[in-house]
């Protein structure tokens, strides 16, 4: 970590499916414990958001941003999607769940997308999907998609400067995220209650 002293770091418990180990170390101030293991940042975000799901068919590679991201931008969604879909709910009999982060491979495996879901059920039928995903083919780009229509995407903003190899203080990062997220919101906001489509017309 940027401005860390200290010498005694821990290994990146990350090992993905073909075996790699992730190469960073840790001190104890700057490493994540998940299941009591230390990880990396990045590691650490993939692990709890793909919560065990994954274990079987292995880890991603250990160079795959798209699940951490995913799982980011579901956290930081969470509490307005699922305050949407209780809006826009049918009935009060209509339940609103949410996925944990999926592996989604597309029909002739032309896509491989990380994805988190929600979705409203009735008695019979999902009434409502939204999703956030991102594609391995391009780890930096979010997508919002609202049942299977695409209604934005961006790359983040802390990842645009990383690129770039800019750096800004913590409240700038803090403010550009929730602005990201923010945005991401109000597109699917806008699609789900029908204020897009209206605005055409």
């Not at 075996?19 to 490493?31: F, K």
């Not at 944990?100 to 929600?118: D, E, H, I, N, Y």
């Not at 109000?186 to 897009?196: D, F, K, N, P």
Request: charged share 30%; hydrophobic share 40%.
């Amino acid at each position: 970590m940027t401005g860390c002293r200290r010498r005694d770091g821990m290994r990146c418990s990350y090992v993905d499916k073909r075996g790699r180990s992730c190469p960073t170390a840790w001190c104890a101030d700057h490493a994540v414990l998940v299941g009591g293991l230390p990880f990396c940042r990045r590691h650490a975000s993939t692990m709890i958001a793909l919560d065990g799901a994954e274990a079987v068919a292995g880890l991603p590679d250990i160079d795959n941003r798209a699940p951490s991201l995913v799982g980011w931008m579901g956290k930081e969604l969470d509490a307005s999607i699922r305050d949407l879909l209780h809006r826009v709910a049918p009935n009060h009999n209509a339940a609103v769940i949410t996925d944990p982060v999926r592996f989604v491979l597309t029909p002739g495996g032309q896509s491989r997308r990380w994805a988190k879901a929600w979705k409203t059920l009735d008695d019979t039928s999902i009434v409502n999907r939204v999703s956030v995903e991102v594609d391995e083919r391009d780890d930096c780009e979010v997508c919002a998609r609202v049942d299977a229509a695409l209604v934005g995407k961006g790359v983040p903003p802390w990842i645009e400067r990383r690129r770039a190899g800019v750096r800004v203080d913590a409240a700038t990062d803090a403010s550009e995220r929730r602005e990201f997220t923010e945005a991401v919101a109000r597109s699917i906001e806008l699609v789900v209650t029908g204020q897009e489509v209206a605005s055409r017309r």
